[in-house]
């Protein structure tokens, strides 16, 4: 049974609706260095590098997005993309001032550039599905084995791996299924019981293989010095016997597509219920933190402005999507966190605000700053096996207020604002703290 070596151009012409799915699902984030966007993020947001505007952004990204669901090819990609972003002056070398305020040369839009930009998109979006649509048939196909393309362009460590076989929940694949850099083009091919033997193939096993290593991704402008990411790697040997170890490029050790289904759209309709918290997990007191009412005024943020109550749910969403930034026309926002990234759908914003004698949209300019500088980020896990981040926000002249941000499984958001004078404020506290503001969680007061 002959290997099936990936072809891009081929992929292309295949009907593209998970590659599109993936593709479509992710927002918007503008950045000055790739790195900015790490590893799963880029299952939530779509970016370029020093692309300083949303127009540069929406405009590469609407190219990409014909080519998946046209079946383009990296050459009408160039071809058209070129003019276009000279005229709108995203070309060539240039001087630009940079997130520090100073003047620095930077490449933007290139022939080579649009290259890889393609390559990585294309190839990303097509394993994402690729690794869907094998993960819901691992019954049939429990086997999967990385295949390189082998040719004068492949990488030796990805040639080394080619032909390995591991079963499809053998945690090896949250690192290793392709792409594993820039312009990997390796793939994945299940295989069931018969093919195995028909092959005359064994599964491997990572256990007690995995490892990291320290890898060079891009050097720092003032000195010249690599800038070292520690990256997943798997210790194998190469084609002649020689121990190695299998290390993505720095920023590709994830599974794009396991990470797209963590954040997938894809929810029943109607209203979950409600699933409690887990007991026994450590509480803020047995962390040695402060009560919550008690952090001194002059150390918590000034709030946001507080908007009016809304006369209906129509107007309220409309308060919701102004505050949050979000609309019908840029439906998807990603917000960095000190411990993550959150997406904000707009599709997902009605429950916030369905409770009409609630009014919360009154407290929306709370939301982005709790989730961008909260005072606390709770990772809280449930009874059914599930964990959740709780961002916790506190402001000045409201010691009875507390501001939580859900993020559920799903990747969509549950907001709340508390407001009471008992204990039940520090409620939401336990679990594993994942941020720590030390300069106002000390116990005191």
């Known amino acids: 049974m002959a290997k099936e070596p990936i072809d891009l151009a081929f992929a292309c012409r295949l009907p593209p609706e998970k590659a599109l799915e993936y593709f479509r699902s992710k927002g918007y984030q503008i950045t000055w260095d790739w790195k900015e966007v790490w590893r799963e993020m880029h299952a939530k947001a779509f970016t370029v590098a020093k692309a300083g505007s949303l127009d540069i952004l929406q405009t590469i990204r609407q190219h990409l997005d014909q080519a998946l669901a046209e079946g383009k090819g990296e050459k009408w990609f160039i071809d058209t993309m070129t003019p276009i972003l000279q005229e709108k002056g995203w070309w060539g070398r240039q001087m630009i001032i940079n997130p520090a305020g100073e003047e620095q040369s930077v490449q933007l839009g290139s022939a080579w550039r649009l290259h890889t930009i393609y390559q990585t998109n294309i190839q990303a979006a097509y394993m994402a599905g690729r690794y869907r649509a094998q993960h819901s048939n691992a019954v049939d196909r429990p086997y999967w084995m990385y295949?390189?393309?082998?040719?004068?362009?492949?990488?030796?460590?990805?040639?080394?791996?080619?032909?390995?076989?591991?079963?499809?929940?053998?945690?090896?694949?949250?690192?290793i299924y392709p792409p594993n850099g820039w312009n990997c083009r390796c793939s994945v091919r299940a295989l069931s019981e018969k093919d195995m033997a028909e092959l005359g193939l064994e599964a491997e096993n990572s256990e007690g293989r995995?490892?990291?290593?320290?890898?060079?991704?891009?050097?720092?402008?003032?000195?010249?010095?690599?800038?070292?990411?520690?990256?997943?790697?798997?210790?194998?040997?190469?084609?002649?016997?020689?121990?190695?170890?299998?290390?993505?490029?720095?920023?590709?050790?994830?599974n794009s597509g396991k990470a797209w289904a963590?954040?997938?759209?894809?929810?029943?309709?109607?209203?979950?219920?409600?699933?409690?918290?887990?007991?026994?997990?450590?509480?803020?007191?047995?962390l040695g933190l402060q009560d919550i009412r008690k952090i001194p005024n002059e150390q918590r943020p000034p709030p946001p402005e507080l908007l009016p109550k809304a006369p209906d749910l129509e107007s309220a969403l409309v308060q919701l999507r102004t505050a949050l930034g979000v609309s019908e026309v840029n439906p998807l926002r990603v917000i960095k966190?000190?411990?993550?990234?959150?997406?904000?759908?707009?599709?997902?914003?009605?429950h916030l605000v369905e409770k009409r004698p609630q009014t919360r949209e009154e407290y929306a300019n709370f939301i982005l700053p709790t989730l961008s500088k909260p005072h606390e980020v709770w990772l809280t896990a449930y009874?059914?096996?599930?964990?959740?981040?709780?961002?916790?926000?506190?402001?000045?002249?409201?010691?009875?207020?507390?501001?939580?941000?859900?993020?559920?499984?799903?990747?969509?958001?549950?907001?709340?604002i508390i407001r009471t004078s008992d204990a039940k404020i520090n409620g939401k506290r336990k679990g594993e703290l994942l941020w720590p503001n030390q300069s106002t969680n000390t116990v005191g007061g």
């Open 147 to 175: 295949v390189a393309v082998m040719d004068g362009r492949t990488r030796p460590a990805h040639a080394a791996l080619d032909g390995s076989v591991f079963r499809f929940d053998d945690p090896v694949w949250d690192t």
């Open 210 to 254: 995995m490892t990291e290593v320290e890898k060079a991704a891009g050097r720092d402008p003032e000195t010249g010095d690599p800038i070292l990411r520690t990256v997943k790697g798997l210790r194998i040997t190469d084609r002649a016997g020689k121990p190695m170890i299998f290390s993505p490029d720095p920023g590709f050790d994830y």
């Open 262 to 286: 963590q954040f997938d759209t894809n929810r029943e309709s109607g209203r979950k219920p409600t699933i409690e918290v887990a007991p026994s997990q450590k509480t803020w007191q047995e």
């Open 337 to 350: 966190t000190p411990v993550d990234s959150v997406m904000i759908r707009n599709e997902w914003l009605p």
């Open 383 to 416: 009874i059914d096996g599930s964990y959740r981040k709780h961002y916790i926000g506190i402001y000045q002249d409201q010691k009875d207020l507390l501001v939580i941000v859900q993020e559920n499984t799903d990747g969509s958001l549950l907001w709340n």
